[in-house]
């Protein structure tokens, strides 16, 4: 398993033998750790973790790991991962941000029985996605950037309306502002 992710920077060669070795042993409890290393495997590397996944599981959902965690949610006990994996887990979400990596450690110290193969590092590092914090405000026909077909969240309050773009929200997922006299914030 440390094979698969140990650091950022390893030989791909070790990871293609721990995929081998998991697919020769028929290792199931290494399904739940090579789905959470494939986001940081090279594209070929990638392949052959799926192959092996599909070769374990029976199963081809390709690289669509929401519907690899829907599939494997209600077969945990079938595909439970190894028993270092938390501490492993701990240690892959550390190289990516230690914050995370501590928040793990504690949990893991602390006893937590939380269910460890359902926290996925969103693709984010903390505070990686900055606020929309009081943007300008243009009137309708000064929002030369807005196509006709744009979706935007529409807000009225206290008289007073604004449109926020989806194209603009995807970017922040949180804006904060003051409308109608009232501060709001929208997230998405």
Do not use: C
């Not at 750790?33 to 090279?42: G, H, K, S």
């Not at 006709?148 to 007073?160: A, L, M, Q, T, Y």
């Amino acid at each position: 398993m440390f094979l698969l992710l140990s650091e950022f920077i390893h030989p791909e060669e070790s990871s293609l033998a721990a995929l081998e070795r998991a697919r020769a042993e028929r290792d199931v409890s290494q399904v739940h750790v090579i789905l959470e290393a494939l986001p940081f495997f090279t594209r070929d590397l990638a392949m052959a973790g799926i192959e092996a996944v599909g070769h374990l599981t029976g199963q081809d959902f390709g690289f669509d790991l929401r519907r690899w965690r829907e599939w494997l949610g209600p077969r945990h006990e079938e595909y439970a991962p190894p028993s270092d994996y938390a501490r492993w887990k701990a240690n892959m979400l550390s190289l990516i941000d230690p914050e995370l990596g501590d928040l793990m450690k504690q949990a893991i110290d602390g006893g937590s029985r939380a269910n460890l193969t359902e926290i996925v590092w969103g693709g984010v590092r903390t505070d990686g996605i900055p606020p929309l914090e009081f943007p300008p405000h243009a009137r309708p026909e000064g929002a030369l950037y807005l196509l006709p077909d744009d979706r935007v969240f529409g807000v009225s309050i206290n008289g007073e309306h604004r449109a926020y773009p989806l194209r603009v929200m995807n970017a922040h997922e949180l804006a904060n502002d003051v409308l109608g006299g009232e501060p709001i914030s929208l997230v998405y």
